[in-house]
C-alpha cells in the first residue's frame, strides 16, 4: 500500500519478476476493464475519472475471485488492494476461509509534494500498464513502452485536480488501514522518496528477513 504515485506499480512490477508470484494489481485490473467494456469497467469508470473509489463491493468480489484461483495457491502480491477498512476486513474474511495469512503489509511512503511530482510526470503504457517517467525513468523511445512496444499515455486520472483528489481520498479513506495493520505487526514501511533501485534492495531486504523469521518459526 502506498499513496497514488509512491511507487507501488514499480515496485510490484520488479517484485513480481523476482518471486514469480501472481500480481494483482486493482488499479490495473478496473483500467483492463474500462478498457474491456466489461460490466466491472462499466460500473467503475466514473469514480475512477473522478479519483473516487470505487465500491467496496465491487472490487471485493474481483480480488476474492483472484486469490482463490488455483494459480494464487502458493501466495500471490496484492497492489492497491485493500483501500478500506471494510476491504481489509472482507480480505481477512476470506483467507480466513481459505485457512490462508497475510505475510506482511508493505507501506511505500511518500509525501503529497512528491507524488504530484510523478504523476505529472508519468506514461503509462496502454496495454499492459507498464510505468515510465518523462524525467526518473523515461523510456528508451518517447512515447513507446519498452517493454511491448504499445503507446505510452497520460492516464486520465493523473490530471492535476483528480490527483488532489485522489490523495484527498487517500488520506481520508486508505491511511487508517495504516493502524488497522499495525496494530496486527503486519506492516512494514519503506521510504519511497529514495530512488526506485534502492526502494528495490529495501524491499528486498526486508522480504529476506521476513522468510528468515518465518523459518525460524517452523
Ligand atoms: P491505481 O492504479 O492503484 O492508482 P494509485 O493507487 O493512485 O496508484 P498509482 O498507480 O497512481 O501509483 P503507484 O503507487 O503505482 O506509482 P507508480 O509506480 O505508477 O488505482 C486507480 C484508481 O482505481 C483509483 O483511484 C480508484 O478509483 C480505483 N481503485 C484501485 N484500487 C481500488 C480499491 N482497492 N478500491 C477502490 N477503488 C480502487 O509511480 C508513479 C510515477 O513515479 C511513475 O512515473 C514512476 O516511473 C515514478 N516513480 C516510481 N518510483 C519512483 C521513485 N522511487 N523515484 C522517482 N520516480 C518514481
Redesign the pocket.
Known amino acids: 500500500m502506498?499513496p497514488?504515485?509512491?511507487?507501488?506499480?514499480?515496485q510490484g512490477e520488479r517484485l513480481q519478476e523476482e518471486l514469480r508470484l501472481p500480481y494483482y494489481?486493482?488499479?490495473?485490473i478496473?483500467r483492463a476493464a474500462v478498457r474491456d467494456e466489461t460490466e466491472l469497467g462499466r460500473s467503475?469508470k466514473e469514480?475512477?475519472d473522478r479519483?473516487?473509489?470505487?465500491p467496496d463491493e465491487v472490487?471485493v468480489g474481483a480480488i476474492g475471485e483472484r486469490i482463490d484461483s488455483s494459480e494464487a495457491a502458493d501466495g500471490f502480491i496484492l497492489?492497491?488492494?485493500?483501500?478500506?477498512v471494510p476491504?481489509a476486513e472482507a480480505l481477512d474474511e476470506k483467507l480466513t476461509e481459505l485457512g490462508r495469512d497475510l505475510t506482511a503489509v508493505l507501506l511505500i511512503d511518500a509525501s503529497d509534494e512528491e507524488v504530484v511530482r510523478?504523476?505529472g510526470?508519468?506514461r503509462t503504457c496502454v496495454e499492459n500498464g507498464h510505468?515510465?517517467?518523462v524525467e526518473?525513468?523515461p523510456p528508451a523511445k518517447e512515447g513507446v513502452c519498452d517493454v511491448d512496444g504499445s503507446e505510452l499515455i497520460v492516464r486520465d486520472?493523473d490530471e492535476p485536480e483528480v490527483i488532489r483528489h485522489?490523495l484527498e481520498t487517500y488520506h481520508e479513506k486508505t491511511e487508517p488501514l495504516i493502524e488497522f495493520y499495525d496494530g496486527r505487526s503486519l506492516l512494514r514501511r519503506i521510504d519511497?522518496a529514495?530512488?526506485?533501485d534502492a526502494?528495490a534492495e529495501e524491499l528486498r531486504r526486508m522480504l529476506a528477513t521476513l522468510k528468515l523469521e518465518a523459518d525460524e518459526a517452523i
Open positions: 502506498g497514488p504515485g509512491s511507487g507501488k506499480g514499480t494489481a486493482t488499479g490495473d478496473l467503475a469514480y475512477m479519483g473516487d473509489l470505487v472490487i497492489d492497491g488492494f485493500p483501500r478500506t476491504q510523478r504523476l510526470g508519468r510505468v515510465f517517467h526518473f525513468n486520472d485522489r519511497g529514495a530512488a526506485p526502494v
